[in-house]
């Protein structure tokens, strides 16, 4: 069964940084782009960074420069390292796996809070 289960979230001051973490089991994972999105209070779901099964990145203008995706392929797991986190940050992170084939998957979400 495939599961992706986010963790690192929790509650961090302005400038601070955090770790997320998504695990995922039940999946070849060198077949799948992973991708982070967010979800502040009261927006949209919007894309975060993602990394291609290759190892190509791309970012939100927003993070550029202070947040970097990566992957482990032999933990199976993607990393989203977040430095210098502004309030504006404060989300639910939701990891999702995509497929070679389109086939897409999410996790439940870790909650980042940024505030002082």
């Known amino acids: 069964q495939l599961q992706l289960v986010e963790s690192g979230g929790g509650e961090v001051q302005p400038g601070g940084s955090l770790r997320l973490s998504c695990a995922a089991s039940?999946?070849?994972?060198?077949?799948?782009?992973m991708t982070w999105y967010r979800q502040g209070p009261g927006k949209e779901r919007e894309l975060v960074a993602g990394?291609?099964?290759?190892?190509?990145?791309n970012y939100a203008d927003s993070v550029k420069g202070r947040f970097t995706i990566y992957r482990d392929p032999a933990k199976t797991t993607v990393y989203l390292q977040m430095n210098s986190l502004k309030p504006e940050d404060t989300a639910v992170y939701f990891c999702?796996?995509?497929?070679?084939?389109?086939?897409?998957?999410w996790g439940k979400g870790t909650l980042v809070t940024v505030s002082s």
């Open positions: 999702n796996a995509k497929s070679v084939y389109a086939m897409e998957y």
């Open positions: 039940g999946l070849t994972f060198g077949y799948y782009a």
């Open positions: 990394i291609s099964n290759i190892g190509v990145t």
